[in-house]
């Protein structure tokens, strides 16, 4: 019998929430998924997990060749962003290491070869290793989307899915509050639940 804490490793058939399409910030944060029954789906899970999570989006090659680092700082930048739409769309301040890791991101991408340095030839230009390279472009790319997302018409419509326990975000169109069809059902039957309950 499964641990009811260990994370689930397929995607759990979600559909993309409201505002994924058009933001890959979005996306990026909604990859870590909370489920009912203490489960959880993290699609950046692994670095063969990352790299495919990134070639769906136009991000990376199929052969990117990623490793548990790449991974490893996909996963930091998502809960960096996490962290800003959380304080977007509960009006609180934002974490300032977060507003440095976006902004860090979105720099590290470099415009030219840089100057390198051996002992031993002297100077040259090089492009980072082609990893990295790819990487760092993909990092760029989704702390400026989330940078456009915060900053953009499309903030105030910003929200954390109205139905626990799941922790995605959306872009509320109307009165919906819910990242899927699954989350509003549940939200709706929990309410009639509780409406049975105390009427009795």
Known sequence: MRNMKEPVTEQPGLTPAEGEEEHLSLALANSAIALAGGH????????????????????????????????TQLRSLREQIR????????????????????????TRVPTAPLLQWDDKTGPYRATPHPTT???????????????????GPDADRLTACGSAPCNRYLLRYGRRHWCSTRCGDRARAARAYARRTTSQ
Do not use: K, Y
Request: with cysteine; glycine share 6%.
């Open 40 to 71: 959880a789906v993290d699609l950046l899970g692994t670095p063969a997990q990352a790299n495919h999570w990134l070639t769906e989006r136009g991000l990376a090659p199929v052969d990117a060749g990623m490793r548990e680092m790449c991974a």
């Open 83 to 106: 962290s800003l739409f959380a304080s977007r769309a509960e009006g609180l301040p934002a974490l300032p290491a977060a507003v440095r890791a976006i902004n860090d991101a979105m």
């Open 133 to 151: 390279a790819i990487l760092d472009h993909a990092l760029a790319t989704l702390a400026a989307d989330a940078s456009d997302l915060l900053t």
